[in-house]
C-alpha cells in the first residue's frame, strides 16, 4: 500500500473519528456539498462530503458503494490547499478503506490528494500513478497526477499530463480550468488564456449548483492572464530579436543525433537527444525518435512517456500523432499493461476513426486479451471500410462461428442437412463436421463447387437474412466439395513428384494427416490444398520429421550449451517485469557481471540468466538478479517504488537502491568479477 506515514497514522487515529459517521442520503449530502461550493464555501463543501462518507457502508462485498464513492471522490477535488486539518481527515478516509484491500482508483486519488497537502509532494505522485494504473481513462485521476507533478517542481510533467485529461476529457471545463491553472503558474499567459476562454465556454453550459462557483474561478484567471497578454503584446511591439543561433543548434544537434542512431550506437544517440532537448524541448519529432531508443534499451516507461509527449506535442490533427499513439500503445504492451495499451488505441481512433493501422492493432489486441466481442467489432469496421479485404472478413464469420451455442451450432447443421432434424443435443463430431464446413465455406467451397458441378441439385441451400441471401453448403454438397478436391489433390501431388505408394501417408507441416483412411482430403488436407501453389512443397514424406528452421535448431544449441554454464530460461514476462524490478537498461543486463543473455529463434525472442544449482556463471552481482526470479515464480511480484527503508521509531529512514541506479550498476566499478574458482582480478 502506497500510502506516506502520515497517512497511515492518520487512518489509524480517525477510524473512529465521528466526522466519519454517515449521513441519511448520499445523493442529499452531495447536492448540498455543491451547493456550498457553489456559495465559494469550498471548505464547507468539503466538510459536508468527509462527514457524509462512511467507510463501512462504502463497500458491497468487493464493489464500492457508487453513492459513497461520489462523496469521496467530491472531497478530494474539494480539499483546501492550505487545510492540513482537513487533509488528515482525507487520509484518514483513504487509510480506511486501503485497509480493506479495495483496489478502486478513488482511494489511492484521496491519498495523493492528502499527500500532497500534507507532505508537499511526498508520497502523492506513486499514490496518484497507483490510481493511474487502475483507470487509466479517467479525467480526476489526471488533474491530481498534474497537480502533484507540479508540486513535486515538475512542471514538464504537469502540463502533459493535465494536457493528456483535456484530451481524455475534451468537453470538460474543470479538465480546462486546471490546464490554464497550471499554464499560467509556469509562465505561459497566452496559452493559459485560451484554456481559460475554452473553459468559460463550456462551463455556461452547466447548470450544476456549483458550476458558478468554477465560472468565478474561470473569470478571474482569464482576467490575469488577459492583463499578462496585453503587457506582452506591448512589449512585443518591439520584439526582441531571437536568442542567437538557437535554431541552428538545435539543427545541428539533430544532425549529430540522426547520425549516431543510423550507426545504431543507441547509448551515444540517446546522449545527443538529451543535449537536443535543451534547445528544442517541444519538437516532437525529437521526442518520436527519442522514444524507440529509450525502448530498446529496455527504459520501457521512459519510452512510452516519451511517445504520449510526441502525441501531445503533434497534436491530434498532425499525421504522426496516430502512430505515436499506436507505439505508446505497444510498449505498454511489452509492460503487460494492456488496459494503457487499449487507452492509447482509443486516443488514436478518436484522432482517425479509419486509420487501418490503428484498426488492425486494435483488432489483435482484443484478440490477445480474449475479447471476442471487441474483436469481432473492430473486424467489422475494417471490413466496411476495405470490402475487399478477405483475411478480415473471414475473421468476422470466424468469430461470429466461435461465439454460437451448441443449440445454433445444431440449427445451422440441420439448415445444411447435415444433423437429424429431431436431434435435441450436439455431439463432438457434429461440432467437427459444422467448423469442417465453415472452413470450406470460407475458402470458396460454394464458388468452386458451381464451377465444377453447375447442375448438382441439393449441393447448396440458401439462408435468408434481413442483409441478404446466403448461399451455404448442404452435407452433401461439402461431401461433393470433398471429392471433388481430392481429385484435385491428387492430381496436383502427383505433378509435384509425390509417389502414390507414399500419397495417403502425406502429413501437413504440423504433422496433421493430409488424407484419411478412405482417401479422402482431411480438413487440415482441404487447407493446405487451397493454399498450395506448384514449386512450394508444404507436406511432410512419411520419413520426414516435424522441422524446427534452422534458427531454431542454433537457438537450440545455444541454449543447451548456456545451460551447461549454469543458465536458466526465463519468460519474456519475467524478463520485463526484471528489469523494472532492477532498473537496469538492457544493455547493462546483458553485459558483465550480470551477463543475461537472449537468443532467437526465428519467432521470439527467448532469455536467460544465470541461474542458482549450476553456478558456475554465478557471481555477487548477478546472483540477486537469480534471487529475484525465485521470488517471482513465488508469487512476490510486487516492486516499491519506496526510496527510503522503512525508519525504526526515532531514526531516520535509510535510502534504498535498486541493482541499477541512473542506468548503471550501484556501487559496482567496472572491475570484472570473478567466477567460483578463479582468482581475484586486480
Known amino acids: 500500500m502506497k500510502i506516506p506515514p502520515a497517512i497511515t497514522f492518520a487512518a489509524a487515529v480517525l477510524l473512529a473519528a465521528p466526522l466519519l459517521r454517515a449521513a441519511a442520503g448520499t445523493g442529499e449530502d452531495l447536492a448540498r456539498a455543491r451547493e456550498a461550493a457553489g456559495r465559494g464555501a469550498e471548505p464547507e463543501a468539503f466538510d459536508i462530503a468527509i462527514t457524509a462518507f462512511s467507510p463501512a457502508k462504502a463497500l458491497h462485498g468487493t464493489k464500492p458503494d457508487q453513492g459513497q464513492r461520489d462523496l469521496f471522490l467530491y472531497a478530494v477535488e474539494t480539499l483546501p490547499g492550505n487545510s492540513r486539518e482537513r487533509a488528515l481527515k482525507l487520509a484518514g478516509a483513504a487509510g480506511a478503506m486501503l485497509d480493506k484491500k479495495s483496489?478502486?482508483?478513488?482511494?489511492?486519488?484521496?491519498?495523493?490528494?492528502?499527500?500532497?497537502?500534507?507532505?508537499?509532494a511526498t508520497g502523492a505522485v506513486s499514490n496518484c500513478r497507483k490510481a493511474l494504473e487502475l483507470d487509466p481513462i479517467y479525467y480526476p485521476v489526471y488533474r491530481e497526477l498534474g497537480l502533484a507533478y507540479a508540486a513535486a517542481g515538475e512542471p514538464r510533467k504537469a502540463e502533459e499530463t493535465l494536457a493528456q485529461g483535456v484530451e481524455i476529457s475534451s468537453s470538460d471545463y474543470k479538465a480546462r480550468y486546471y490546464l490554464a491553472k497550471t499554464l499560467e503558474k509556469y509562465g505561459e499567459p497566452g496559452r493559459a488564456a485560451a484554456s481559460y476562454s475554452r473553459a468559460l465556454q463550456l462551463a455556461r453550459q452547466d447548470s450544476a449548483p456549483d458550476a458558478e462557483y468554477y465560472r468565478?474561478?474561470?473569470?478571474?484567471?482569464?482576467?490575469?492572464?488577459?492583463?499578462?497578454?496585453?503587457?506582452?503584446?506591448?512589449?512585443?511591439?518591439?520584439?526582441?530579436p531571437p536568442r542567437p543561433g538557437n535554431r541552428q543548434l538545435a539543427a545541428a544537434c539533430m544532425v549529430k543525433f540522426r547520425a549516431e542512431a543510423a550507426k545504431d550506437n543507441i547509448a551515444a544517440a540517446l546522449k545527443e537527444s538529451g543535449a537536443c532537448l535543451k534547445h528544442a524541448p517541444s519538437d516532437p519529432d525529437l521526442a518520436a525518435?527519442?522514444?524507440?531508443?529509450?525502448?530498446?534499451?529496455?527504459?520501457?516507461?521512459?519510452?512510452?512517456?516519451?511517445?504520449?509527449?510526441?502525441?501531445?506535442?503533434?497534436?491530434?490533427?498532425?499525421a504522426p500523432y496516430v502512430r505515436a499513439r499506436i507505439k505508446a500503445a505497444e510498449t505498454w504492451i511489452k509492460l503487460g499493461r494492456h488496459d494503457k495499451a487499449l487507452a492509447q488505441y482509443d486516443l488514436a481512433l478518436k484522432a482517425s476513426p479509419h486509420d487501418m493501422n490503428a484498426l488492425r492493432a486494435l483488432a489483435a489486441e482484443q484478440e490477445a486479451r480474449s475479447d471476442p466481442a471487441g474483436a469481432l467489432r473492430t473486424y467489422e469496421t475494417i471490413s466496411a471500410l476495405e470490402p475487399s479485404n478477405d483475411a478480415a472478413r473471414r475473421r468476422v464469420e470466424e468469430l461470429k462461428d466461435a461465439s454460437l451455442t451448441d443449440g445454433q451450432i445444431l440449427d445451422e447443421l440441420k439448415l445444411r442437412l447435415a444433423a437429424d432434424p429431431n436431434s435435441t443435443v450436439l455431439q463432438p463430431e457434429d461440432k467437427k463436421l459444422y467448423k469442417a464446413i465453415r472452413a470450406a465455406e470460407l475458402g470458396g467451397a460454394v464458388d468452386y463447387l458451381k464451377l465444377k458441378v453447375p447442375s448438382g441439385?441439393?449441393?447448396?441451400?440458401?439462408?435468408?437474412?434481413?442483409?441478404?441471401?446466403?448461399?451455404?453448403?448442404?452435407?452433401?454438397?461439402?461431401?461433393?466439395?470433398?471429392?471433388?478436391?481430392?481429385?484435385?489433390?491428387?492430381?496436383?501431388?502427383?505433378?509435384?513428384?509425390?509417389?502414390?505408394?507414399?500419397?495417403?501417408?502425406?502429413?501437413?507441416?504440423?504433422?496433421?494427416?493430409?488424407?484419411?483412411p478412405a482417401g479422402r482430403l482431411t480438413p487440415e488436407g482441404l487447407e493446405l490444398w487451397r493454399k498450395a501453389s506448384p514449386g512450394n512443397k508444404a507436406w511432410l514424406l512419411p520419413y520426414e520429421p516435424v522441422p524446427a528452421s534452422p534458427q531454431a535448431q542454433q537457438a537450440d544449441r545455444e541454449i543447451q550449451?548456456?545451460?551447461?554454464?549454469?543458465?536458466?530460461?526465463?519468460?519474456?514476462?519475467?524478463?520485463?517485469?526484471?528489469?523494472?524490478y532492477t532498473?537496469?537498461?538492457?544493455?547493462?543486463?546483458?553485459?558483465?557481471?550480470?551477463?543475461?543473455?537472449?537468443?532467437?529463434?526465428?519467432?521470439?525472442?527467448?532469455?536467460?540468466?544465470?541461474?542458482?544449482?549450476?553456478?558456475?556463471?554465478?557471481?555477487?552481482?548477478?546472483?540477486?538478479?537469480?534471487?529475484?526470479?525465485?521470488?517471482?515464480?513465488?508469487?512476490?511480484?510486487?516492486?516499491?517504488?519506496?526510496?527510503?527503508?522503512?525508519?525504526?521509531?526515532?531514526?531516520?529512514?535509510?535510502?534504498?537502491?535498486?541493482?541499477?541506479?541512473?542506468g548503471k550498476i550501484w556501487g559496482y566499478d567496472g572491475v570484472k568479477i570473478p567466477l567460483p574458482g578463479e582468482p581475484p582480478r586486480k
Not at 478513488?106 to 497537502?117: F, M
Not at 522503512?646 to 531514526?651: C, D, E, I, L, R
Open 216 to 240: 468565478k474561478l474561470i473569470r478571474a484567471g482569464l482576467k490575469h492572464t488577459a492583463g499578462k497578454v496585453k503587457k506582452e503584446k506591448v512589449r512585443a511591439k518591439k520584439p526582441a
Open 103 to 120: 483496489e478502486d482508483s478513488a482511494w489511492y486519488l484521496g491519498a495523493c490528494k492528502a499527500a500532497r497537502v500534507l507532505d508537499g
Open 561 to 580: 550449451e548456456a545451460e551447461k554454464k549454469g543458465y536458466i530460461e526465463i519468460s519474456e514476462p519475467e524478463y520485463l517485469w526484471l528489469l523494472r
Open 457 to 516: 441439385r441439393g449441393l447448396i441451400v440458401k439462408k435468408k437474412t434481413a442483409e441478404r441471401t446466403h448461399l451455404l453448403l448442404s452435407h452433401e454438397g461439402y461431401k461433393a466439395y470433398v471429392f471433388q478436391a481430392t481429385r484435385e489433390a491428387i492430381s496436383f501431388l502427383e505433378g509435384e513428384g509425390v509417389d502414390m505408394r507414399e500419397m495417403f501417408k502425406l502429413r501437413t507441416l504440423a504433422g496433421d494427416p493430409v488424407f484419411d
Open 289 to 318: 525518435e527519442r522514444a524507440p531508443l529509450l525502448v530498446r534499451l529496455g527504459r520501457y516507461e521512459e519510452g512510452v512517456a516519451e511517445y504520449e509527449r510526441a502525441a501531445s506535442l503533434y497534436g491530434e490533427k498532425a
Open 583 to 662: 532498473d537496469c537498461p538492457e544493455d547493462v543486463m546483458l553485459a558483465e557481471p550480470i551477463s543475461a543473455m537472449t537468443v532467437n529463434d526465428g519467432a521470439r525472442l527467448r532469455y536467460l540468466i544465470c541461474g542458482m544449482e549450476i553456478p558456475l556463471c554465478l557471481n555477487k552481482i548477478n546472483e540477486s538478479v537469480a534471487l529475484a526470479i525465485s521470488d517471482y515464480r513465488n508469487n512476490h511480484t510486487e516492486i516499491s517504488d519506496s526510496k527510503h527503508s522503512t525508519a525504526f521509531f526515532g531514526t531516520g529512514g535509510i535510502k534504498k537502491h535498486k541493482l541499477c541506479e541512473n
